[in-house]
């Protein structure tokens, strides 16, 4: 349907160029006058002469209905436009713009209109903040120039704080050490002072066992300490068997030692110590180990 409509008026259209480029070809007469011009004239002359009403006749809207039935009759007849598919398409699609645009059209300009309004509400609060923190800033730059003393005073304060603290980092390490190091002797002396007291009581045992022994076996040396015991008790005086038998004994010990090489036993405690010296320094985190030889290294 729309093509024959189409071809119709192409056809139409083509005719009406053919009239109007013939009419153009021929040669007319200007004329200068200095009043307006005939087309400012019509326009003039159509907006002063227009009527309202029916295409500007002033006759009533109605008129179009007879009208275009009259015209509908023949251009239906001739087939000028043939009534199909198509054009029930266009009168349904026409008829859905038109019942959605009275019935809808409302309800849709209030939803569109309500969603623009909280937009801008939102955009507006949006900059009310921004112009707030603004404002904030400004009061807060403009409190920061009016003391700038005090900031120059902080400035300096500032850095005579990094100054000092430059120079306690500087001595704190070697303080530390001193620390370290009195701590560490501390404990090994107090290691040695186990150790020896360990091999006096060791040497004690010995020795008390050793005069028991033989005090216990010599009924000689039992009578000579019962005399001296009677003699001391009297107060006549005389040698004292028992303190000569550890002495003696300690006397022949230290001989005995003397003559022996074997270091193995300080070896061991030194080993010892130095294994708990090291797991000491290693758990309190000092700044220095021992190596085997027992000399102390920074770490």
Excluded at 5 to 20: E, L, M, N
Excluded at 227 to 239: Q, V
């Amino acid at each position: 349907m729309l093509r024959i409509a189409s071809s119709s008026i192409a056809r139409q259209s083509v005719a009406r160029a053919s009239r109007s480029a013939s009419a153009v070809n021929m040669p007319g007469v200007v004329s200068f006058h200095a009043s307006s011009s005939r087309k400012e004239e019509e326009e003039t002359k159509d907006v002063t002469l227009s009527k309202g009403g029916f295409m500007n006749t002033g006759y009533s809207e109605w008129l179009a209905l007879p009208i275009g039935m009259a015209t509908a009759v023949p251009v239906l007849s001739f087939d000028w436009y043939v009534v199909n598919e198509e054009t029930q398409l266009a009168a349904a699609f026409v008829a859905f713009c038109v019942i959605v645009y009275t019935q809808g059209g409302d309800a849709i300009h209030a939803a569109l209109d309500e969603n623009a309004k909280t937009i801008l509400k939102e955009q507006r609060e949006d900059e009310e903040q921004v112009i707030d923190a603004m404002e904030k800033l400004i009061v807060s730059l403009e409190g920061q120039q009016e003391n700038p003393e005090i900031v120059k005073e902080m400035n300096a304060m500032r850095l005579e704080a990094y100054k000092k603290m430059n120079e306690a980092g500087a001595i704190k390490p070697k303080h530390d050490l001193k620390v370290q190091v009195e701590r560490m002797l501390n404990m090994i002396a107090a290691e040695e002072a186990s150790n020896s007291e360990k091999t006096k009581t060791a040497l004690m045992e010995e020795c008390a066992a050793n005069v028991s022994k033989q005090f216990a076996s010599d009924k000689a040396l039992k009578k000579s300490a019962l005399d001296a015991a009677i003699a001391s008790i009297k107060g006549t005086g005389s040698t004292d068997p028992v303190k000569g038998a550890f002495v003696k004994f300690f006397q022949d010990k230290s001989a005995q030692l003397a003559k022996v090489k074997d270091d193995t036993t300080e070896k061991d405690q030194r080993v010892a110590l130095l294994a708990k010296a090291n797991s000491v320094a290693e758990n309190e985190g000092y700044f220095f180990r021992f190596d085997d030889k027992g000399v102390p290294t920074l770490v």
